[in-house]
């Protein structure tokens, strides 16, 4: 994720040219308000796209916060808030998650800031609806 203002500067207007080339009508990123750096930069670039495309929406689906004490949270609105019966696709969602080697495994162990996501989490996203909340 790029972190200094050139770079994001960059990949703003990259995204928004291929939002623009592809006639994208919506953004997908993970949620600004997940404790992990890379989302919350992730959501700030998506963020930065849509002020400069008013017609796109704007939604976000939170992976760590879903789990994050409420005090910690900033808890979108209600009516933001869409749940996605994602069941049907528990064997894709299965695969997708075991691709994710370097947070659901062990893979790197030379990180003392590293995690790796434990297995009840991971079966939580398989089990339970998905989360979507649309960004305004």
């Known amino acids: 994720m790029p972190t200094t203002n050139p770079e994001l500067a960059l990949a703003s207007d990259e995204l928004t040219d291929l939002c623009d080339r592809t006639g994208a009508t919506a953004i ?11 989302h919350q930069n992730t959501a700030e670039l998506a963020r930065t796209v849509v002020d400069k495309r008013p017609g796109l929406t704007m939604l976000s689906y939170p992976i760590w916060g879903r789990f994050a004490p409420l005090e910690e949270t900033s808890l979108p609105r209600p009516d933001a808030m869409h749940l996605f019966d994602s069941r049907s696709h ?10 994710h080697q370097t947070q659901m495994t062990h893979l790197i162990d030379d990180d003392p800031e590293g995690f790796t ?18 960004e305004h």
């Not at 528990?90 to 691709?99: C, G, Q, R």
């Not at 996501?117 to 649309?134: S, T, V």
Request: hydrophobic share 45%.
């Open 28 to 38: 997908w990123t993970a949620w600004k308000g997940d404790p992990h750096a890379d």
């Open 90 to 99: 528990a064997k894709v969602k299965s695969e997708v998650i075991e691709a």
């Open 117 to 134: 996501m434990p297995g009840e989490m991971q079966a939580h996203f398989l089990d339970f609806p998905e989360i979507f909340i649309e």
